[in-house]
């Protein structure tokens, strides 16, 4: 860096600039904590949030830093190059020599504010990976995969399978109405309260009632979460769903060839509270035969395949899903994700979650018979 290009002055004026930067950063950190305290939210769910959101007023606070000091510093060259054009004028002319080639010029090193601003992308990218389950449970008798493919940085979906002590394996997907940092805060809050009520729950509906009481109102208007409970249980071999404003799941019968579309009536989750909320739930069943399929999707699964009619997504998605389970459980819904992205990309957020009753042997069917009838007993 060219020395006249920096004065202590400026020193001392960036010194400033970061001390008043952290201080805003520091009081608007406490401020939301304290905010959030006073909405209800718990604290461990609030100190999370505040954390999150001074993360990213540092980073925009940061960027505006370097971006002013950019500009100064290009106003400065361009002084210097007029200053010194002028002088070369005032000079007389040098004989003439020989042109010698240009060394090439060096590329310019990134800035100290671009490597933060990318190591706190990364970071957040790697945080938001760890709130999502690593693997799926292994359910004996069933076959479960999930997908989750983040339209940027920082996705709004995400999902959850937290088995239960009764040996049935609880389900939740959901689709935050903002993206980016914003949708990754809400989705963290979010999936820790399933996560908090799940055992506490009487049943799916109940479990988004006590989601719904512990969100609803905290963040604002503006700002909803689309969902779905599940309880899978491998004994019964049945599947109950409440949903909260989201997409019907897919049940999917291969030896059949049949498609149908479940509906998990419900409003979203933080639009209303209250009564108005648990009166639109309603908890469906569904028995699952051998070789059936349940799938579960976001927007990203059908906004990717048309880039104009929503409709044609819908569509491409049930025949997709129809033949990506043709073949079997195993590499299924590697399949439906090959079938479904190959033409282009993504608008929005995508996440999949498969799962699938195996076929049983005649041993194994004597075997879950027995248990069923000693639950019934």
Known sequence: MNPKL???????????????????????????????????????????????????????????????????KSRRFAQMQLDAA???????????????????????????????????????????????????????GYHIETAYEPCGNLGGDFYDLIPGGDGTLLITLGDVSGKGPAGAIVMAMVQTLFRENADRADGPADLLRRVNRGFAGALGKGVFVTALACKLDPVRHRVTVAGAGHHPLLLLNPAERRTTQVSAPGLALGLVDGDAFRQSLVETTIDLDEGDFVLLYTDGATDSIDEVTKGVGESRLLAAASAAVLGGASGALDRLRTDLWQGGGRRDDSTLLLVGRLAQTARQRAADTRSSLQIMG
């Open 6 to 72: 920096v004065r202590p002055s400026q020193v001392r004026l960036a010194g400033r600039r970061v001390f008043a930067v952290s201080a805003v950063v520091a009081l608007y950190t406490a401020a939301t904590f304290g905010l959030l305290l006073h909405l209800g939210l718990h604290a461990a769910i609030a100190c999370a949030a505040a954390a999150a959101a001074g993360v990213g007023m540092a980073a925009i606070a940061a960027l505006l830093l370097y971006r002013a000091d950019e500009r100064e």
């Open 86 to 140: 002028k002088e070369r004028a005032q000079r007389p002319a040098p004989a003439a020599a020989p042109a010698r080639p240009k060394a090439p010029t060096p590329p310019p090193e990134p800035g100290g504010f671009a490597l933060l601003e990318s190591r706190e992308r990364r970071e957040s990218r790697e945080i938001q990976a760890a709130l999502l389950p690593h693997a799926a449970p292994t359910v004996p």
